[in-house]
């Protein structure tokens, strides 16, 4: 056969082929039974034993007894008495590929507030997931960083070549709102101090005053977008607040004059301990790791404070979900709880919370008739045993399974 032949053949057959490749390949939220399941909803601070729950159409349809009969149609999975409680949130996530979206599932997260990305590709996986072509994570885009050295990130839209000098002043901050936005865009993310994980800044010095941040928050507020601030230092924490922001990441070095005033409005913290933490491992530079040692013991005293004070706390892991680093939200939790939480309490930032602070909490963050099939099962009760969140025996994500790794018995034994 001649080459001109063989190639007609082999594009013919290609084209033949990909809508079943695709098809095959594409996630599809199926209609379950999932019986025998021990159950913590997300919001009582209990367990339901031996539960019936049917997801169906990408929602959980019906909670019942284990008596209820179950109707046809259904896949009946047996979660052999095993914990489903609700999907994770990380609210503060650097997500910008289909693996690190991956490995955020298997963690047991299914919905993720993107905290910049270097190109919208936050906006790209959202659309994935709400397609249905990716099981998830569910993304709130937060585009591209307005900070006032874009640096490489100009790259990412051709309008960004104006802004290549800095963005400082009223038009140029109000330019870059307006294109995050008009590339679709959820949230604003933008700054009030310097970075933590850099030896050569102090994450204490503030960057944009308040009167800049405000100008951020209004042009957001036109388009009805909230702002979310990267702040270690109390003095551009406290600018982001009074100018307005939801919620203020990191808040290392907060005072409890700010976290009163936190309360007070309703603004949300990020504490992102996690990744404060890993300032302290060996691999990061010494001057981090100097920095880590007093940096990281103050933030935990800033939970402390910011829990007591009644300030509303959400989980975020600030993490690229890479193969390198154990920076996950049930880490986050476990922390949540040896600093002084309940485990209902920690469990709770982490779910329904994180879903009131993404404003989801009418459709998402607790296993409820109605809600988004959204659910994690794991291998013990972890009102009790918080540890629970590091062993994610199942993950389903708008209806869809993404992570099945049960039974571990073998049932359909042949002689």
Avoid at 333 to 343: A, C, K, T, W
């Amino acid at each position: 056969m001649k080459p001109t032949v063989l190639k007609f053949v082999g594009v013919f057959l290609l084209l033949c082929l990909t809508p079943n490749l695709l098809q095959a390949s594409s996630p599809r939220a199926g209609s379950y039974a999932l019986i025998n399941a021990n159950l913590f909803d997300g919001v009582t601070n209990k367990i339901s034993h031996d539960v019936v729950v049917l997801v169906k159409d990408g929602l959980i349809e019906l909670i019942a007894d284990s008596y209820v009969s179950l109707p046809l149609g259904y896949e009946v999975i047996d979660l052999e008495g095993n914990y489903l409680m609700p999907g994770l949130y990380d609210v503060h996530t650097h997500i910008s590929t289909l693996d690190q979206a991956k490995r955020a599932l298997d963690s047991g997260v299914t919905t993720v507030r993107s905290a910049s990305v270097p190109a919208f590709q936050d906006v790209a996986l959202r659309e994935l997931a709400q397609s249905g072509k990716i099981a998830g994570p569910d993304m709130v885009a937060a585009g591209i960083y307005v900070t006032p050295n874009l640096g490489e990130t100009v790259l990412a839209d051709p309008r960004l070549a104006d802004l290549i000098g800095g963005v400082n002043s009223d038009e140029e901050l109000r330019k870059l709102v307006d294109i995050n936005v008009d590339r679709g865009v959820d949230v604003i993310k933008t700054r009030g101090t310097e970075r933590a994980g850099l030896p050569d800044t102090d994450p204490r010095q503030q960057v944009y005053s308040q009167r800049q941040l405000r100008v951020i928050v209004d042009q957001a507020a036109r388009h009805n977008k909230s702002v979310m601030v990267h702040a270690h230092g109390d003095e551009g924490a406290r600018a982001a607040l009074l100018a307005g922001a939801r919620s203020i990441e990191h808040g290392s070095y907060l005072s409890l004059e700010t976290l009163k005033e936190m309360a007070k409005r309703g603004t949300w913290l990020v504490p992102t301990y996690v990744t404060m933490d890993e300032m302290n491992e060996q691999e990061y530079d010494h001057v981090l790791r100097l920095r880590g040692k007093y940096m990281v013991p103050r933030l935990e005293k800033v939970i402390q404070m910011a829990h007591a004070q009644g300030v509303k706390i959400a989980t975020g892991a600030d993490s690229y979900y890479d193969n390198l680093t154990v920076n996950r939200i049930s880490v986050e939790v476990e922390q949540f709880v040896r600093l002084g939480l309940s485990n209902f309490e920690a469990l709770q930032t982490a779910t329904v919370n994180s879903a009131e602070q993404l404003e989801l909490d009418k459709i998402t963050g607790r296993i409820a008739v109605g809600y988004q099939a959204d659910m994690i099962l794991v291998p013990a009760n972890p009102l009790q045993h918080i540890e629970a969140l590091q062993d994610v025996l199942m993950v389903i994500s708008n209806g869809i399974i993404s992570l099945k790794r049960i039974p571990f018995g073998v049932h359909n034994d042949r002689k």
